[in-house]
């Protein structure tokens, strides 16, 4: 999300010469109602001074039997931040007029080559918005620049404030919404793993800004900042088990068949028991159930559930659950036999009830569940999603 904000702030206030338009729209790819899944944005949104209302989500956009009529494709130019293969029944309408792309997942293809005077970058790092700052860091200077040298705090009509101050208050803002971003990626440049170069560079160029700001500047501390938004990331206890899955969830059309992977920060007896007290019943039971229910809403011919949590004893965990149906439960053999020693999988059970090669088969739901502790922890979503994917293809 921020990701495209930040794209968006920056582009329509200097947009290239030769720019298809000279305003551009930051589209946050989920439904209004699925903002408030993400308490970290509620938490980050003090910091920028915008709310979640201000958002333009999918909800905005006409509906897909009528988009391409309202929204004629030949009309729009599409960049795609944090992912680089617009999905989805957008991808449908829209995928012949991407003109560009800032992303740090594998590259697909998709994005032509020549994206001019947009960008076409996809690299490895940490965090999509590292590359973003590092993409309009010397726009952002000449913006605010421009603005400290022509009085722009004037425009918000009192003509006795202190413009410097009000200009570096609005950096300062927007600073945060991109760090916030970064620091949680990268576990406040913690994680070894995936923290790079450009990740460490963009987090001493957003501080920097703000820094600059008087007011921020007195009380910034990076450290409690990450530990805010984090902690509000981290309280998912209130919501319901379809909701956790919908917080975090990503979804990619595959050949014949739809693939769903939802990133849980609790591990997976944490949401067995949640189902079971949920429902009022066996906790695996409704487990299955829940999983039943959230795959046939979607199309799903594959779920994926991956957790990553502290334990009790202070150490990071990964956790994975595949859930297949019939035609897809060679696809997770396959990905099984292929990563399993690179991922360093151990095959553990969800709940009590269930045998001790933690496969779980319901013949009347045509369900079928693998579950693994991944010992492997650097390897996150980015990385398995894709081997998913080509398991499925396979």
């Given at each position: 999300?921020?990701?495209?904000?930040?794209?968006?702030?920056?582009?329509?206030?200097?947009?290239?010469?030769?720019?298809?338009?000279?305003?551009?729209?930051?589209?946050?790819?989920?439904?209004?109602?699925?903002?408030?899944?993400?308490?970290?944005?509620?938490?980050?949104?003090?910091?920028?001074?915008?709310?979640?209302?201000?958002?333009?989500?999918?909800?905005?956009?006409?509906?897909?039997?009528?988009?391409?009529?309202?929204?004629?494709?030949?009309?729009?130019?599409?960049?795609?931040?944090?992912?680089?293969?617009?999905?989805?029944?957008?991808?449908?309408?829209?995928?012949?007029?991407?003109?560009?792309?800032?992303?740090?997942?594998?590259?697909?293809?998709?994005?032509?080559?020549?994206?001019?005077?947009?960008?076409?970058?996809?690299?490895?790092?940490?965090?999509?918005?590292?590359?973003?700052?590092?993409?309009?860091?010397?726009?952002?200077?000449?913006?605010?620049?421009?603005?400290?040298?022509?009085?722009?705090?004037?425009?918000?009509?009192?003509?006795?404030?202190?413009?410097?101050?009000v200009i570096r208050g609005w950096d300062a803002q927007v600073a945060k919404l991109a760090l916030a971003s970064?620091?949680?990626?990268?576990?406040?440049?913690?994680?070894?793993?995936?923290?790079?170069?450009?990740?460490?560079?963009?987090?001493?160029?957003?501080?920097?800004?703000?820094?600059?700001?008087?007011?921020?500047?007195?009380?910034?501390?990076?450290?409690?900042?990450?530990?805010?938004?984090?902690?509000?990331?981290?309280?998912?206890?209130?919501?319901?088990?379809?909701?956790?899955?919908?917080?975090?969830?990503?979804?990619?059309?595959?050949?014949?068949?739809?693939?769903?992977?939802?990133?849980?920060?609790?591990?997976?007896?944490?949401?067995?028991?949640?189902?079971?007290?949920?429902?009022?019943?066996?906790?695996?039971?409704?487990?299955?159930?829940?999983?039943?229910?959230?795959?046939?809403?979607?199309?799903?011919?594959?779920?994926?559930?991956?957790?990553?949590?502290?334990?009790?004893?202070?150490?990071?965990?990964?956790?994975?659950?595949?859930?297949?149906?019939?035609?897809?439960?060679?696809?997770?053999?396959?990905?099984?036999?292929?990563?399993?020693?690179?991922?360093?999988?151990?095959?553990?059970?969800?709940?009590?009830?269930?045998?001790?090669?933690?496969?779980?088969?319901?013949?009347?739901?045509?369900?079928?569940?693998?579950?693994?502790?991944?010992?492997?922890?650097?390897?996150?979503?980015?990385?398995?999603?894709?081997?998913?994917?080509?398991?499925?293809?396979?």
């Open positions: 999300m921020t990701c495209s904000l930040l794209y968006a702030y920056i582009r329509s206030q200097a947009p290239p010469r030769d720019a298809f338009t000279s305003l551009y729209i930051p589209i946050v790819n989920v439904p209004a109602k699925d903002i408030n899944l993400r308490p970290e944005f509620s938490a980050l949104f003090v910091h920028a001074n915008i709310s979640a209302s201000h958002l333009i989500t999918l909800d905005d956009l006409p509906i897909a039997s009528e988009i391409e009529q309202l929204l004629p494709p030949e009309k729009t130019r599409w960049i795609l931040v944090d992912h680089n293969k617009l999905q989805g029944f957008l991808g449908h309408t829209y995928s012949a007029h991407v003109h560009g792309t800032i992303d740090h997942h594998d590259d697909e293809g998709t994005v032509p080559n020549d994206t001019d005077p947009e960008p076409r970058c996809v690299e490895k790092c940490g965090s999509c918005t590292s590359l973003v700052v590092r993409y309009f860091q010397s726009v952002w200077d000449a913006l605010s620049s421009s603005a400290l040298s022509s009085g722009a705090g004037h425009a918000q009509g009192d003509s006795l404030i202190d413009d410097s101050a970064i620091l949680i990626d990268t576990r406040n440049l913690q994680d070894t793993d995936k923290t790079k170069d450009v990740d460490s560079q963009a987090v001493t160029y957003l501080e920097a800004r703000i820094k600059l700001s008087p007011r921020e500047a007195r009380t910034w501390d990076r450290s409690a900042f990450f530990k805010d938004i984090d902690a509000a990331k981290q309280n998912i206890e209130s919501l319901a088990l379809n909701d956790i899955l919908r917080k975090d969830y990503k979804q990619w059309d595959e050949p014949g068949c739809k693939l769903g992977m939802s990133s849980v920060v609790k591990p997976l007896d944490f949401l067995v028991h949640k189902a079971g007290n949920e429902f009022g019943m066996d906790a695996e039971e409704a487990f299955h159930n829940t999983m039943d229910r959230f795959m046939a809403a979607r199309d799903l011919g594959l779920l994926a559930i991956m957790t990553a949590f502290t334990s009790s004893e202070g150490k990071f965990q990964r956790q994975l659950l595949v859930t297949s149906r019939r035609n897809t439960r060679a696809a997770v053999s396959r990905f099984e036999t292929i990563n399993a020693e690179e991922l360093k999988l151990d095959c553990v059970p969800v709940g009590k009830n269930v045998d001790d090669k933690a496969h779980q088969e319901n013949e009347e739901s045509g369900l079928s569940s693998r579950s693994w502790i991944q010992r492997n922890i650097s390897m996150s979503r980015k990385q398995v999603a894709p081997m998913l994917r080509k398991a499925l293809r396979t």
